[in-house]
Each structure stands twice: as C-alpha cells, then as structure tokens.
C-alpha cells in the first residue's frame, strides 16, 4: 500500500542505478508506466502492479520482473529476487 502511495500515483520520481545510471519515472493507477533516461526525452513504455513484497514491471517487450522495495533512510531501495540492489527510489 506505501508503494502505491508513494510511487503509484502518476507523479514523476527519479530512480538510479548503483552504477549512476538515472531515470525518471511515472508508475499509474491504471497500471501503465514510463521510464525515461536522464539525458532522453524518449520514453519506453510498460505496465506495473503491485506484489506482496514490493512491484513487478515490464518495459517494451521483455518479460515481467518482480522486485522488493525498502525503505531505506530517505529514498528506496529496489532488489530483484537475489537481494542484489538494483536501484534507489526517490520522490525529490
């Protein structure tokens, strides 16, 4: 219920990788999701939906990935399924 508060609402927040890759990102109520890189102004579209522990995505044509989400002292942390950071969420 956070992350659909949170995130869930159709308002950009910024995401980035570990390695320093940056993207914003806009995750509906309906289900529909885009993710734009920072220095893009094209989006690549997908879906989303809430999971027990956290949200599963696909982006253009791959498959669904689910991931857990953590708070984690002012932004997010998103892993995938072997615990391994893949990106941070924040709503700044």
Do not use: M
Not at 1 to 10: L, P, R, S, Y
Not at 33 to 45: D, E, G, M, N, V
Request: glycine share 10%; charged share 25%.
């Amino acid at each position: 219920a956070e992350i659909q508060a949170t995130f869930g609402t159709g308002t950009p927040f910024s995401s980035s990788t570990p390695s320093g890759t940056s993207y914003t990102i806009v995750l509906k109520s309906d289900g529909t999701a885009s993710r734009t890189p920072r220095r893009s102004k094209t989006a690549i579209t997908g879906t989303w939906r809430l999971s027990k522990e956290g949200y599963c995505s696909t982006w253009g044509k791959s498959l669904e990935n689910c991931y857990r989400v953590e708070k984690d002292t002012g932004r997010y942390k998103v892993l995938d399924r072997s615990g391994s950071t893949i990106a941070y969420w924040t709503t700044k």
